[in-house]
């Protein structure tokens, strides 16, 4: 059967607008809580500095009507002058603390995001949907104005406007209170139409254009990428690349066009609106004064205030549509950040249901029951601490029926494996490509889960372990060297520059065979890889990545070591050189050796060879090749090369 | 070094890379200058309804109340409102495809550009960086074209405002005039100043920003996650994004408190304008010199001036900081190809003898030799093996032959020309190359193979190459046979080859290409030994009378080859057979096969 990826109504977080963005707020006031009163004196000092610009004409005009004198005139524009600048300043002390503990909140926010990619279950990394809900909590947290920080904003901006239509609404009342209602009702239909444009717009545009933007996005990537500038010369593909990418862009355009027409009809339409409401207004304010006694004073006061009033009150409605949109990238950040909270409790769940499995009776309201147990335990289980590493140098691993699959798989990429890796031997893994080598590995390290069976470590299933702690047992090198762009030692210690001893990485480095190169840098250890963040920062070579991989794990000295296929790009004195320096590394620990090149394999205590899933011989070298079996005759094959004779290969 | 640069963009070089951009767009979309002057044109004139009309209707209240005039001048300005803002949604909307037009031509560009360049650009870090910078550039920042015509449209339309709004001023107080300017002068001296706080402070976050990009993003890319994980890297990240964090804040908040100070004198000057222009307006209408109607148009006359002002003074500046962001496009499309391409044809015959004469090559801004007067011949037919510690100039050998590189000295010659001579894609055409980094696309395997290049039973032909090259067993199982697409980011049902089967596809697309010289670059590297013995066994099927070139690690490919060549240091330092290297006592070739033959001989 095939392993099902997880529904995506499981995983996706689907919360409301306003839980949202109280979620956001919560976490911006608990990395800054200054932020809280901020924003409260934010609100009153805006909506002050909007009405203050109301009343100082309107007193003006009063003083001028009242054929007021010079004196008591220059009385008025004094206070009031100084009322400004009182809230100008105000204003400017606020804004001067606010802006950038937003930006310090959102880094927070994308440290969350940034732990929990760095340390999650490491099979989600490699799941397309996990990638897709971390790519898409990148977005949510890249730039000021996007989901997370874009929420922070529109909390502040709709907490400003809801005091700015309270104030402005007060003032209306003591005209006419009707005229509220009818300025609310006439601003809902200009968000109506805008929605409605809206829909249509996403339906007919945005939706249909959406898998062409992926096209397009790759389309645009790839004839940028230089990688692929080999290919593309050689290949003559220029004429037939620009052509697609042409041609999807015309088609892109063309759908654009019809979006910005659909908008062209929706402004026409609330111009229109606008007009009536403007003219609903004057005609209201200028009946006031001819018929009611209205002052001019006080029209202009009054003009002032329905127009800020209609101003906030359609920006609060349009800004929803932005929310909206920002708290659906919310619940990206925190789908991703809420995924599968702790890998270790559900595949406890797993394991236990799997050892009750025998008295699990299949009615449902037992399986109901058994769920509240599973439920109960995973509580419990919480509060308790995982177990300790045991405290011993002899490791003894253990495969029990280990099977795995992909997520979306049909095939067991291991299938029903027993093994057992005693202390301080060494296993050599080989076999075809696609038989199960690394994923082999993977699941020693923990990297992934066994989809049934288990793993022990001394008589211990590894789950019962923390996961951080577990892997402190390994120092891999895998084929493919990560350089960092930090400085060397750091690259070597892989922790913080506090904790790395700069003597013991420039040891293992000469250990390695680096001293050379080493000694050849002016700031030795302290020299930055890779020009990423330094321009003197200085690129290593094939070889010299291997090394540094090798430093690396010298530098751990864990206690098992695992060499996926380290020498696949190097020459064959290099590669000789290199299996000389790995019997440094290895000493007497326990190790295990995936190769291609049986040629390795010699040096090992116990060959398992795989295929399809299984291992299917396991023995010495010589075993081995006594047996006749698969692996005497891979042997062969690349053997035949270095002999006289002919070998065929039996398939 | 960004700083000298922000320095360096002065007046010529701005006006200069406008000159590029408008000329590009007056060839490409010639109605795009019409809707700016249309857009100029509304934006200046609507101020003045809200300026004039309400005056006349004040004075009106005040005066003959006439019913009728009041009606036509509500009429006016509700009505005039209506119609500018009319025209100026619809100018913007069709800005806005113009806009979208303009964004997909000069990113189209960009794309052609990339492809165009000689390849030597596409291995130069710097050009690469500047491809990002231009890329970026005519985007995120300065909103391209439109980003620009915007702050343009902006600016004129602001002059024109103020133009008007002086006239209404000057005929009835021109003092307010000077109040003003007075304000603003000491306004834009604050804005001087704060701008150099600013630009310092973004000069201190230049490394913070590059490291804050690495770090919160690159390392939580997947292909780090394995070593971060079992080496218990997080926490040492975790740290060093915190430590970016508090950095990055401490900057922005020095940043925010030095320029309180300016910002607190400019709310000084605010008020001060205000008083002095309300005090001096409702003194005149005391003294009966303007009217009521005087008083608000002269208000709101007033803070249009300044609001004007302001919006230009920002757009100037906003001008030249876009203009310097489009600047990054200019120079990456200034790239200059300097590889000489020649015009002869490659002659259509089946002899294709190529000959490397005292062949020298250094790569650009290297001062080292990588190959030193490489002197050998090619015979046409002829099965030559490459090999040779790593870095000993191999693949630089191949893209040298590939005239992906051109020699530093000596020539290469092809049939006793020089390949200079040869029109560059005709050359292309008689390789067919599979290197070690080959890149396939996420397309469909037959498009892989085909690329575009169509022939009569397209399909046949790719199925009988993907049978040649090992994949033909594969390929049955698919559902969609040799249009199933491979990788996920074009088609969402593509399938992820493996190592392996995506080496079998680069050599079927080698193979259908079907040019009379093939090289392959370690095309068994990622093979098993099984697979790699299958490509062997097949590989007089695969080559045929071809001439090949065949580069790799493994010594085991050399049995099948006529020739052997071994670089050292970057010469030729042996060659010949299998077994005449092998006796060469203490030669590379006879140490590297016993290094690996030692594992193998004793069975």
């Excluded at chain 2, 099984?530 to 490919?557: C, M, P, W």
């Amino acid at each position: 059967m095939k392993r099902k990826e997880e529904e995506e109504d499981k995983n996706k977080k689907n919360y409301g607008m306003l839980t949202n963005m109280i979620y956001v707020m919560k976490g911006t006031f608990k990395y800054q809580k200054p932020l809280i009163p901020f924003l409260f004196f934010d609100a009153v000092v805006q909506t002050a500095m909007a009405f203050i610009w109301l009343v100082i004409p309107k007193l003006v005009i009063d003083q001028i009507m009242g054929n007021g004198s010079i004196s008591s005139l220059l009385k008025v524009v004094l206070i009031a002058s100084v009322i400004e600048l009182f809230f100008l300043a105000f204003h400017q002390y606020v804004q001067t603390q606010m802006w950038w503990r937003f930006i310090y909140a959102r880094m927070e926010f994308i440290m969350q995001r940034m732990r929990k990619a760095l340390t999650m279950n490491y099979e989600k990394l490699e799941n397309p949907k996990a990638l897709d809900y971390m790519g898409k909590a990148e977005r949510a947290t890249g730039g000021n104005m996007n989901g997370i920080e874009g929420m922070m904003h529109s909390a502040n901006d709709l907490f400003i406007s809801v005091a700015k239509i309270i104030t402005s609404a007060a003032v209306m009342f003591t005209l006419n209170p009707a005229m509220i209602i009818l300025m609310i009702l006439l601003s809902l239909v200009h968000y109506i139409l805008i929605d409605v444009t809206k829909r249509r717009d996403k339906e007919l545009c945005w939706d249909k254009l959406a898998p062409d933007f992926r096209k397009i996005y790759y389309l645009d990537q790839t004839t940028k990428n230089f990688e692929y500038a080999k290919d593309i010369r050689l290949f003559g593909m220029k004429d037939w690349l620009l052509g697609k990418q042409t041609e999807i862009h015309k088609k892109a355009h063309a759908k654009i066009v019809a979006s910005k027409n659909r908008w062209l009809k929706c402004g026409i339409l609330n111009q229109i609106l606008g007009a009536i409401q403007d003219g609903i207004l004057y005609a209201w304010l200028i009946y006031a004064v001819l018929y009611q006694g209205l002052t001019i004073a006080n029209f202009t006061l009054y003009l002032g205030t329905v127009i800020t009033f209609i101003k906030t009150l359609s920006q609060v409605l349009d800004n929803i549509a932005e929310t909206r949109k920002q708290s659906l990238e919310v619940n990206d950040y925190r789908t991703f950040l809420e995924l599968e909270e702790d890998a270790m409790e559900d595949n406890r769940t797993v394991y236990d249901r799997e050892a009750n499995k025998v008295k699990a009776c299949n009615t449902s309201s037992d399986n109901d029951r058994q769920r509240e147990k599973t439920k109960d335990k995973k509580t419990n289980s919480k509060v308790n601490t995982y177990r300790k590493l045991p405290m011993t140098d002899r490791y003894e691993f253990t495969f029990e029926h280990v099977s795995f699959q992909y997520l979306g798989q049909e095939n067991y990429a291991l299938n029903d494996v027993d093994l057992t890796l005693k202390s301080g031997k060494k296993l050599a893994v080989v076999g075809l490509n696609g038989a199960g080598k690394t994923t082999f590995i993977k699941l020693l390290c923990r990297l992934y889960e066994p989809t049934t069976g288990r793993i022990l470590l001394n008589g211990v299933d590894i789950r019962e372990y923390d996961r951080k702690e577990y892997y402190t047992i390994f120092a891999p090198v895998f084929q493919n060297v990560e350089c960092f762009a930090f400085p060397i030692a750091e690259n070597v210690s892989m922790k913080s520059p506090a904790l790395t001893d700069c003597t013991k990485a420039e040891k293992t480095l000469i250990l390695a065979g680096l001293e050379e190169k080493i000694s050849s840098l002016e700031k030795g250890v302290k020299t930055e890889l890779l020009k990423v963040l330094h321009d003197d920062g200085i690129d290593l070579s094939g070889g010299e990545k291997q090394k540094l991989a090798l430093a690396r794990a010298l530098y751990k000295d864990a206690k098992v070591v695992v060499l996926d296929e380290p020498t696949a790009a190097l020459d064959a004195l290099a590669e000789y050189k290199q299996y000389m320096d790995f019997d440094k590394l290895i000493g007497g620990k326990t190790a295990v050796y995936i190769s291609h090149r049986l040629s390795s394999t010699r040096f090992c205590d116990a060959i398992a060879m795989f295929a399809d899933g299984k291992i299917v011989e396991y023995g010495t070298h010589e075993e081995l090749l006594k047996s006749n079996g698969a692996y005497a005759n891979m042997y062969e094959v690349q053997a035949q090369y270095y002999q006289e004779k002919e070998v065929v290969f039996d398939a | 070094m960004h700083s000298e640069e922000e320095n360096c963009f002065g007046c010529k070089k701005a006006i200069k890379t406008m000159k590029y951009f408008y000329k590009q767009a007056i060839d490409y979309k010639p109605g795009y200058f019409i809707l700016i002057i249309g857009s100029i044109l509304v934006s200046s004139i609507t101020p003045f309804i809200n300026i004039l009309f309400p005056k006349y209707i004040i004075d009106e209240l005040l005066g003959d109340k006439n019913t009728n005039r009041i009606i036509q001048l509500v009429a006016f300005i509700v009505i005039g409102n209506m119609i500018c803002n009319m025209l100026k949604n619809a100018i913007d909307e069709n800005l806005g495809k113009y806009a979208d037009s303009f964004e997909r031509y000069f990113n189209i560009k960009i794309s052609r550009k990339s492809i165009e360049m000689d390849f030597e650009h596409t291995e130069n870090s710097d050009v690469l960086n500047q491809a990002q910078k231009a890329e970026t550039g005519m985007s995120w920042y300065s909103g391209g074209i439109d980003g620009l015509t915007k702050c343009f449209v902006s600016i004129i339309s602001s002059i024109i405002t103020l133009t008007g709004v002086t006239v209404v001023i000057v005929t009835k107080s021109s003092l307010l005039l000077l109040v003003i300017a007075i304000t603003i002068g000491i306004t834009t001296i604050l804005n001087a100043k704060k701008n150099a706080i600013q630009v310092k402070a973004f000069q201190g976050l230049v490394a913070l920003n590059r490291a804050f990009g690495y770090i919160f993003w690159q390392l939580s890319n997947f292909k780090y996650g394995k070593d971060i994980r079992l080496y218990g890297a997080d926490d040492m990240m975790m740290q060093k994004a915190k430590d970016n964090n508090e950095e990055t804040t401490r900057v922005w908040k020095k940043q925010a408190l030095s320029t309180l100070p300016y910002n607190e004198i400019d709310s000084v000057i605010t008020a001060i304008r205000d008083g002095i222009t309300y005090f001096y307006l409702g003194y005149k209408a005391i003294k009966r010199v303007i009217s009521i109607g005087d008083f608000t148009m002269l208000s709101s006359a007033a803070s249009t001036f300044s609001e004007s002002l302001t919006s230009m003074i920002f757009n100037v500046q906003e001008i030249h900081k876009k203009l310097q962001f489009m600047n990054e496009y200019m120079v990456f499309m200034n790239y200059e190809n300097s590889l000489v391409r020649g015009e002869e044809k490659v002659k259509k015959k089946d002899e294709y003898e190529f000959q490397f004469v005292h062949v020298s090559f250094k790569y650009p801004r290297s001062e080292d030799y990588v190959l030193k007067d490489i002197n050998l011949t090619i015979k046409s037919g002829e099965h030559l093996s490459v090999v040779g510690l790593n870095g000993a100039g191999k693949t630089t050998f191949i893209k040298l032959l590939c005239r992906l590189y051109e020699v530093s000295e000596g020539e290469i010659l092809l049939n006793g020309v020089n390949i200079k001579e040869y029109d560059y894609e005709e050359y292309m055409k008689i390789f067919s190359v599979v290197f070690q980094d080959f890149k396939l696309l996420s397309f469909s395997i037959k498009e892989n193979v085909a690329l575009g290049h169509s022939l009569q039973d397209t399909d046949e032909k790719v199925t009988e190459h993907l049978k040649l090259s090992g994949l033909s067993d594969k390929v049955a199982t698919l559902e969609k046979g040799i249009e199933t697409s491979i990788y996920k980011q074009f088609e969402e049902d593509g399938i992820e080859p493996s190592g392996g089967e995506a080496q079998k596809l680069a050599i079927a697309r080698a193979l259908y290409k079907n040019a009379p010289i093939i090289i392959l670059d370690e095309p068994t590297a990622a093979l098993d030994p099984i697979a790699e013995y299958e490509i062997y066994n097949h590989f007089d099927q695969l080559v045929g009378k071809k001439t090949a070139v065949y580069i790799s690690h493994r010594l085991s490919s050399c049995k099948f080859c006529d020739r052997i060549i071994v670089f050292g240091e970057g010469t030729v330092a042996e060659s010949g057979t299998h077994e005449e290297l092998l006796n060469k006592q203490g030669g590379i070739y006879s140490k590297m096969f016993n290094a690996q033959a030692q594992y193998y001989v004793n069975v």
